[in-house]
């Protein structure tokens, strides 16, 4: 079983950056690809980013490609998502995830943290 807990969240103008982070523990974290999801008021649950468990394949959506960035720290059981340029389409809860495969699905993803909101002003 593993627990995530995220963090950084917060209200910012269009433009700025911010950085989540979620920790990790129980479980083994190596055994267990990760992804960031978003999910905005009344919408669906979105995928954001997802990195594999060594860390040399990561995959974004188009709609934050270029601006954010996913990585992880396998010895601090961390992953991080870098934020920049960002716009107030990106304002939404964000959730870390871990699962065993290689997906951008919500339904492969078995462990989920509670969620950080992510708020941009224009």
């Known amino acids: 079983q593993v627990q995530l807990v995220e963090s950084g969240g917060g209200l910012v103008q269009a433009g700025a950056s911010l950085r989540l982070s979620c920790a990790a523990s129980?479980?083994?974290?190596?055994?267990?690809?990760l992804a960031w999801f978003r999910q905005a008021a009344g919408k669906d649950r979105e995928f954001v980013a997802r990195?594999?468990?060594?860390?040399?394949?990561?995959s974004h959506a188009d709609s934050v490609k270029g601006r954010f960035t996913i990585s992880r720290d396998n010895a601090k059981n961390t992953v991080d998502l870098q934020m920049n340029s960002l716009k107030t389409e990106d304002t939404a809860v964000y959730y870390c995830?871990?699962?065993?495969?290689?997906?951008?699905?919500?339904?492969?993803?078995?462990?989920w943290g509670q969620g950080t909101q992510v708020t941009v002003s224009s």
């Open positions: 129980g479980g083994t974290f190596t055994t267990y690809a």
């Open positions: 995830a871990a699962g065993r495969g290689w997906s951008s699905r919500v339904l492969d993803y078995a462990y």
């Open positions: 990195i594999n468990r060594m860390s040399d394949t990561t």
